[in-house]
Each structure stands twice: as C-alpha cells, then as structure tokens.
C-alpha cells in the first residue's frame, strides 16, 4: 500500500493557484517528502522536496504542517502546461539499498481555460 | 535533462516470444529502476538495481527478468512474453546525496504482446 494518500482528481482554473494536498500520516522522521507530474505519456518529473520546512523553487511550493503529516504542492500560478498527474511520495533520506518505492495513483490535476 | 535513454521506444511483439529492454545513463548513478505503468494502477516497480551485479525485485516482479553487468545498463527481460505485459515500461536513476535523491526518468518503452 502507498505510504500516501491523495485527492484522485483537480480543477483549476488557468492563472489562478492549484492546490494539491497529500496525506502521509505514517511518515518517519528521516523520510523526506517528494512531488514529481507526469505530463501525459512521458516519464514523471521531479518538482521539489522537503523534510520539515516550507520549500520554493522555480516550479512550485512545499507546504508541510508542523507535524509532518500532510504536506501541500502549491503551483502559485497555473497555466494549462501544468494539466498532469501529480504524485507525492516519501523516501528516506539515506535510504540504503532498499529502493521499494510505492508511488500511488496520485491526483490528476486539469488546468481549465 | 538526465541522460537517460531506454530502447527500443516502442515494440510490438507476440506472445511467448522474449524481448528485453535497455535502459541507458551517462550520468554514472548508482540506482537504477524499471516500472511499468498501466491504467488505473499507476507506476509499479518490477525489478531495481544498487549496483552493478546488485538487483532486487519489486511489487510486480513475476515473469521479468533484469541485469545489470555495467554501471550505465539497465536491461529487462520478458522472458516468454504475455499479453499481460502489455504496458509502458520506464527506467529511473536516482543517487543519493546530502540534499536528498531525485529520480529521473526516461522517456519510456511503449510494448505491445499480441
């Protein structure tokens, strides 16, 4: 079973922010949280991650509350590029040799004009 | 972008036949995965490797194979394929690092088992 849980489907509407929740309720505290999309048929991307703290790149924003057991993606500004699934997963940090990741359906975010 | 490759793109193949899959990086990382991807079940890791000679199975490791005898390849093997492996397979690489590991992804393998 995914170690995360996430809203099977978005809307949102071109220009404004789109939101995305994930639950992780059983996160470990040396796991980190990782967002990546996957534009229709090709490979998924990563967008960011983060342990504990909030996190900005050029792409998006990783909120993660205080006790670590649900985070937000949040795309300030979506544009109709931004139509993807979107998948949140956690890892450890140093995570050894056992790679078993579980990705999940994730959500499928539609960008409306 | 990662320097990724995965050949051949695309494949249509019949059933009982084998077929394997490559999976090339320049970027000398230590991880290396297949997945396969179909509807309404997402990514599903079948087979990774931690080194070359190093490979472990996944959650839908039945009926494949992998290898891994250099650095940059990555090879999966359908041994007598079927038309349940009718999927789109996709390496990834990752390494780790202080600031985290990222998982890169190639552009993916289109197969189809008649």
């Known amino acids: 079973d995914a170690k995360t849980t996430q809203p099977p489907s978005m809307d949102c509407a071109e220009g404004r922010a789109a939101n995305l929740p994930c639950n992780h309720s059983t996160i470990s505290g040396n796991e980190y949280v990782y967002w990546y999309r996957q534009i229709h048929s090709q490979g998924p991307q990563y967008i960011i991650h983060g342990l504990k703290n909030n996190e900005t790149n050029e792409m998006a924003s990783l909120i993660i509350t205080e006790d670590r057991k649900s985070s937000t993606l949040i795309l300030p500004h979506a544009t109709l590029r931004d139509t993807a699934v979107y998948y949140c997963i956690v890892l450890p940090h140093w995570a050894g040799n056992n790679r078993k990741l579980i990705w999940g359906l994730g959500t499928s975010l539609a960008v409306n004009p | 972008d990662a320097g990724i490759t995965q050949s051949p793109r695309h494949k249509v193949t019949e059933t009982g036949t084998p077929v394997t899959l490559r999976c090339h990086q320049t970027e000398n990382h230590r991880y290396m995965y297949w997945y396969r991807q179909d509807p309404g079940h997402g990514l599903r890791l079948i087979h990774y490797s931690y080194g070359v000679k190093d490979t472990d199975k996944g959650e839908v490791s039945d009926g494949y194979s992998v290898s891994r005898s250099k650095t940059e390849d990555f090879l999966l093997t359908l041994e007598s394929a079927t038309s349940s492996q009718t999927s789109v397979y996709f390496c990834?690489?990752?390494?780790?690092?202080?600031?985290?590991?990222?998982?890169?992804f190639g552009p993916g393998t289109r197969l189809l088992v008649l």
């Open positions: 990834a690489i990752s390494e780790s690092t202080r600031a985290g590991e990222t998982q890169y």
